[in-house]
Nanobody
Framework: QVQLVESGGGLVQAGGSLRLSCAASGRTLSTYAMGWFRQAPGKEREFVAAITRYGPNTYYTDSVKGRFTISRDNTKNTVYLQMNSVKPEDTAVYYC???????????????WGQGTQVTVSS
């Protein structure tokens, strides 16, 4: 079983950048496809991005394409989400998740972190 801990969230102005990190422990990260999800107040959790076990295949929801980049460093057991040109609608709690199956929004993710808050001010 893998444990996931997100970091890097905070308050950022619209148009700015933020990089989220997700550190894994307990199992080698390369065992899993990884994803980032987010949940805004009053809304359901939604898929943001995913990456296959060794890359380079990545998947993004349409609203973040061209602005966000998911990457991973299996030697550091860490997954990243680089967020550029952020918008107020990106405000949410961001979660990383691990899947023993394929990457992508349609697959089940078995392990989840506790989340990190991202707030974008206008």
């Amino acid at each position: 079983q893998v444990q996931l801990v997100e970091s890097g969230g905070g308050l950022v102005q619209a148009g700015g950048s933020l990089r989220l990190s997700c550190a894994a422990s307990g199992r080698t990260l390369s065992t899993y496809a990884m994803g980032w999800f987010r949940q805004a107040p009053g809304k359901e959790r939604e898929f943001v991005a995913a990456i296959t076990r060794y890359g380079p295949n990545t998947y993004y929801t349409d609203s973040v394409k061209g602005r966000f980049t998911i990457s991973r460093d299996n030697t550091k057991n860490t997954v990243y989400l680089q967020m550029n040109s952020v918008k107020p609608e990106d405000t949410a709690v961001y979660y990383c998740a691990a899947s023993t199956g394929p990457a992508g929004p349609q697959y089940k993710y078995q392990y989840w972190g506790q989340g990190t808050q991202v707030t974008v001010s206008s």
